[in-house]
T-cell receptor, first 116, second 110 residues
Framework: AQSVSQHNHHVILSEAASLELGCNYS??????LFWYVQYPGQHLQLLLK??????LVKGIKGFEAEFIKSKFSFNLRKPSVQWSDTAEYFC??????????????FGAGTQVVVTP | ETGVTQSPTHLIKTRGQQVTLRCSSQ?????VSWYQQALGQGPQFIFQ???????GRGNFPPRFSGLQFPNYSSELNVNALELDDSALYLC?????????FGPGTRLTVL
């Protein structure tokens, strides 16, 4: 069965530090990949997505992610975080099986806390 | 804001009762999906509706059912509520394979 795993459940870092969140999935076929963010008290927002093409994708708020097909990974990065990046981050995968279009499987999420 | 709205915001029910949650999709989106997000977990796919037909279902029992209307708005119905149904219920409308989420309905079952 397909699965999505996020490596860290909680990350605490200081402002200006670099952030990298890991996401791995298990499936040998085609995938569409997403990172969503949930700020405190707000709804899930799309940070970035990968469908095809350049495996390095840039999203909103200075985030980027790299798809490494050989490692089944889609890690999220930001070179320098701000206090406002405190949020929960979710990796989500659409496993492109029959009739799977638009159906997402999420990781458990990573709570990121940025201290001033 | 995504343009996806959900009602109500919060709801408290008792075990055995039935509940209906509502979602209005973003304009132009004909596909709506529902997800359950338990505390401390990622959202789990319940089912998807496309042009008023159920188009795939996750690992949820039949007491979870839904509808989609001609204007693409949707309802999620849960019968015979159990304590474990307490969660945030998210609606997402999608276009071109990308899902946009509403704010959710927080359901508490006592």
């Amino acid at each position: 069965a397909q699965s999505v795993s996020q490596h860290n459940h909680h990350v605490i870092l200081s402002e200006a530090a670099s952030l990298e969140l890991g996401c791995n999935y298990s499936y040998g076929g085609t995938v569409n990949l997403f990172w969503y963010v949930q700020y405190p008290g707000q709804h899930l927002q799309l940070l970035l997505k990968y469908f095809s093409g350049d495996p390095l994708v840039k999203g909103i708020k200075g985030f980027e992610a790299e798809f490494i097909k050989s490692k089944f990974s889609f890690n999220l990065r930001k070179p320098s975080v701000q206090w406002s990046d405190t949020a929960e981050y979710f990796c989500a995968v659409n496993f492109m099986t029959t009739d799977s279009w638009g159906k997402l499987q999420f990781g458990a999420g990573t709570q990121v806390v940025v201290t001033p | 804001e995504t343009g996806v709205t959900q009602s109500p915001t919060h709801l408290i029910k008792t075990r055995g009762q039935q509940v209906t949650l509502r979602c209005s999709s973003q304009s132009g989106h004909n596909t709506v999906s529902w997800y359950q997000q338990a505390l401390g977990q990622g959202p789990q796919f319940i089912f998807q509706y496309y042009r008023e037909e159920e188009n795939g279902r996750g690992n949820f029992p039949p007491r979870f059912s839904g509808l989609q209307f001609p204007n693409y708005s949707s309802e999620l119905n849960v019968n015979a509520l159990e304590l474990d149904d307490s969660a945030l219920y998210l609606c997402a409308s999608s276009f071109g394979g990308t899902s946009f989420f509403g704010p959710g309905t927080r359901l508490t079952v006592l």
